[in-house]
């Protein structure tokens, strides 16, 4: 059962799927109504799938499973969107005063006020990020309502931020994203003195990145799995930083994320940091990091004075 939720869920709007494997969508449905809720789909995959919940009434109907469907077979035909976003989110261009231009997802949500907060999304090295769909859920939307931005870069020949790391030949992306989520905030009239910004695997250190070199910007930031050069934590005072690893990463070693809680707070940088660590958890670790309920209050409270 795990494995057909991998495949018709979390893969659906990116990978096409096989007639056989759609039909298969009915073994889920426990209460034979014809419809998927939530909980038949399971809250770990429901982030995607409810972004063709087009009435926000936390089930899909058969016409919503239908569009799913289809989205799902066309995937190989259609340029996936930035950030692995699902129905819910618009695909935007933004062309940089460098002349490079980048794609984005945007999520804004219908008849709310001016003033929203803002979160930027950075994805990993697959080209997803988890933030992004929970945020645009129906119920989150309810609770912390709120403009969401998943831009893209491939991870090759373009990276978040340059770094000592990894991908030093690759570009930076980060001058024409910046110029782009300034345009996002005035066409959106989002909040400015709450801007927030969270990124896992590559986008977490793409966010230890952005911070250290535009951390009068954003309110808060949120870590995942990311590394960065200690000395730039002097850089990063007046962000909100909570960072999360997985101790067991044998991808990006959680001393990435250790050394740089220690050097933040050797610069006594103000507010002081938030880190979480998780036993047993390996390099997926923004699962259960954005997961807790926890994390996206504290996020939501911060603002820049």
Known sequence: MKSILLLLIFVAPVIAQTKDKFARLDTMDANKDGKLSKEELGGRFWPRASGFDSNGDGVLDAEELTAMKEKGRRGKEEQPRPGGANAAFDVREFKGTNGETIRYSLFVPKDK?????????????????????????????????????????????????????????????????????????????????????????????????????????????????????????????????????????????VSGSRDMIDALKKAAVKPEPKYTEFPGVGHGSWGPAYEKAELWDWMFAQKRE
Not at 115 to 122: A, E, I, K, N, S
Not at 219 to 237: E, F, T
């Open 113 to 253: 006020p001016a003033g929203l907060p803002l979160v930027l999304c950075l994805h990993g090295a697959g080209g997803n990020t988890s933030a992004a769909n929970i945020l645009a859920a129906p119920e989150m939307q309810e609770k912390h309502p709120c403009i969401v931005m998943a831009p893209a870069c491939d991870g090759k020949s373009t990276r978040w931020a340059k770094s000592e790391f990894r991908g030093n030949d690759a570009r930076s992306v980060m001058p024409e994203l910046m110029e782009a989520l300034d345009s996002v905030i005035a066409d959106t009239k989002a909040d400015s003195k709450r801007l927030y910004l969270t990124g896992q695997s590559m986008g977490g250190m793409g966010t230890w990145g952005i911070i250290a070199e535009h951390a009068a910007k954003f309110a808060a930031a949120v870590p995942v799995c990311g590394i960065w050069q200690p000395v730039d934590a002097p850089k990063m005072n007046g962000v909100a930083i909570w960072a999360i690893h997985g101790a067991d990463d044998n991808t990006v070693p």
